[in-house]
Every structure is written in C-alpha cells, then in structure tokens.
C-alpha cells in the first residue's frame, strides 16, 4: 500500500528531525497504522521500527508501558477515562522513548471527556504523543479539532477509484464545475481533502504516488509549500465540516481564493 507507506515515510522523516509533535487527530477507519507510528516512536532501529525487538512485540501486544489505548467497548468514552490518560501521561517514561496514547473512535468521548481532555491537548506533557482516532470528525468538538494537527488515514486500495478525483483534477486545472446537490459537492471537497492530503504526504516524503502524478495535483504540489496546503487543508476540512448549511457557489469561490495567492498574509 503506497499510501500506508506514505503516511510512514511523512512520520520517518519527523522522527528524524524529532519533530513529530504530541496531539494528533487521525482520520479514517482503520486505525492499525497508528500503532505502527507507536512502534516507529519506540523502536531503537535507526531505520523505520524492526518489529522484533521488545517495544515492538509490547506495542503489538498492547501491552507497552508507555502505551494507553482505549478502544471503547460501550457507547462512549466517559471523563474517568480521561482523568486515567490524564494521570498516565503525567507519570515518567518507563523506557527512553515518549509516552503514547491512542484513542480509538474518539468520536464516542463524551462532552464532559472531551473539555476534561482539552487542557492536556493544549499543553501536553514533554514526550507524549496522543492520538485521537475518528472516523467522524465531526463528532469531536471544534476546540479539540483545533489543537490537534489532523492525519488523513490511508484509505483501502481497493476502494481508490480514480473516476472519484476527476471533479478534483478539473477544479484544479482551472476548468469550471458544478454539482448537482449537496452530496455531490460534499464529496468533492472529501476527495480534494484526500488527495491533497496524499500529495502532502508524498511532498512531506520525498516521493511520487498515484495522486500527485494527476493532472493539477502536481502544479499545486510545485506552487505551494507544506505548510500552505496544510492550511487549504485545515479551510476545507471546516467547509467539509460545514456540511448542509453551505452555500455551494460561496464555498467553492472561497477555495478558489484559498488556491490562488491568499498566502501573501
Ligand atoms: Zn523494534
């Protein structure tokens, strides 16, 4: 899957720089690509993780000391649930590496969890890295989704229709589109998000992958800098959290300009 090693390559190069930082929101429905960046953070191998040492076998089993994960069992995650990550992250490292946290259907934290959980995303703990895993991001408040950097999971290589991205590769050749309803224009904006989101990764990696060699994603990929498209991202990610209350001819003008120079800011 070259996405999945997208995604591993982007959180290589952060470890090499040690510049992976401590609040993550990844996005998406499978979530084992986490554990590996677990592994990655853990791991004494100088490349990658190796899988046999003892951190690698302890994260594969869950049973890491410096690893917490909640996977919930029930409808929600409750505030005691925080308050324990809370005191976890708080306590020393048990290894050399850093304390990890992966929440899993972070959507199913309750209001209360989700404000108890806010200070500590704010101002984590020296070392930790905190993972909140969602396959609907809307599900979490906008205080959170704002004091975490967001991941886009790799999605099912199988499911990766490439007539999905032609209203995307039209949009960014400069031609004119339309939709026919909401949904439609919804979808569009979900599959910019992802193949922007790839073509950051690939950018971030050094490397080419099946996206960012379409028409359109690799003259944004040239123009822009990481950081620019990690913030037209951050803007489509509140028009896609938007949803049915958006104006779409309103919407798709404010991506126009958030393409076209708006980063003379
Ligand atoms: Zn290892």
């Given at each position: 899957?070259?996405?999945?090693?997208?995604?591993?390559?982007?959180?290589?190069?952060?470890?090499?720089?040690?510049?992976?930082?401590?609040?993550?929101?990844?996005?998406?429905?499978?979530?084992?690509?986490?554990?590996?960046?677990?592994?990655?953070?853990?791991?004494?191998?100088?490349?990658?993780?190796?899988?046999?040492?003892?951190?690698?076998?302890?994260?594969?089993?869950?049973?890491?000391?410096?690893?917490?994960t909640i996977?919930?069992?029930?409808?929600?995650?409750?505030?005691?649930?925080?308050?324990?990550?809370?005191?976890?992250?708080?306590?020393?490292?048990?290894?050399?590496?850093?304390?990890?946290?992966?929440?899993?259907?972070?959507?199913?934290?309750?209001?209360?969890?989700?404000?108890?959980?806010?200070?500590?995303?704010?101002?984590?703990?020296?070392?930790?890295?905190?993972?909140?895993?969602?396959?609907?991001l809307e599900?979490?408040?906008?205080?959170?989704?704002?004091?975490?950097?967001?991941?886009?999971?790799p999605f099912?290589?199988?499911?990766?229709?490439?007539?999905?991205?032609?209203?995307?590769?039209?949009?960014?050749?400069?031609?004119?589109?339309?939709?026919?309803?909401?949904?439609?224009?919804?979808?569009?904006?979900?599959?910019?998000?992802?193949?922007?989101?790839?073509?950051?990764?690939?950018?971030?990696?050094?490397?080419?992958?099946?996206?960012?060699?379409?028409?359109?994603?690799?003259?944004?990929?040239?123009?822009?800098?990481?950081?620019?498209?990690?913030?037209?991202?951050?803007?489509?990610?509140?028009?896609?959290?938007?949803?049915?209350?958006?104006?779409?001819?309103?919407?798709?003008?404010?991506?126009?300009?958030?393409?076209?120079?708006?980063?003379?800011?």
């Amino acid at each position: 899957m070259q996405q999945a090693k997208d995604l591993f390559n982007y959180f290589h190069s952060l470890k090499k720089h040690s510049s992976i930082g401590s609040s993550y929101i990844f996005v998406g429905e499978y979530f084992s690509s986490v554990f590996e960046i677990v592994k990655l953070i853990n791991c004494q191998a100088k490349e990658g993780f190796c899988g046999s040492c003892w951190d690698c076998q302890a994260v594969d089993r869950k049973s890491h000391p410096d690893l917490f994960t909640i996977e919930p069992e029930g409808l929600t995650i409750k505030i005691e649930t925080v308050r324990e990550v809370i005191r976890f992250l708080s306590l020393k490292s048990f290894r050399l590496g850093r304390k990890s946290v992966v929440i899993q259907q972070a959507q199913n934290l309750t209001l209360q969890a989700q404000n108890a959980f806010l200070k500590t995303l704010e101002e984590p703990p020296k070392n930790s890295f905190i993972a909140l895993c969602t396959s609907k991001l809307e599900g979490l408040l906008p205080t959170i989704n704002s004091r975490c950097r967001k991941i886009f999971l790799p999605f099912q290589e199988e499911s990766l229709d490439l007539s999905l991205f032609k209203p995307v590769t039209a949009f960014l050749s400069g031609q004119d589109i339309s939709f026919k309803d909401r949904k439609e224009f919804s979808s569009f904006v979900w599959n910019l998000i992802r193949f922007l989101h790839q073509g950051l990764l690939a950018k971030a990696s050094g490397q080419n992958n099946q996206l960012s060699n379409l028409q359109g994603c690799a003259i944004i990929l040239k123009n822009h800098t990481g950081s620019e498209i990690q913030s037209i991202l951050e803007e489509l990610l509140k028009i896609y959290a938007a949803g049915s209350s958006i104006n779409i001819n309103l919407a798709l003008n404010l991506i126009r300009m958030n393409f076209q120079g708006g980063f003379n800011r």
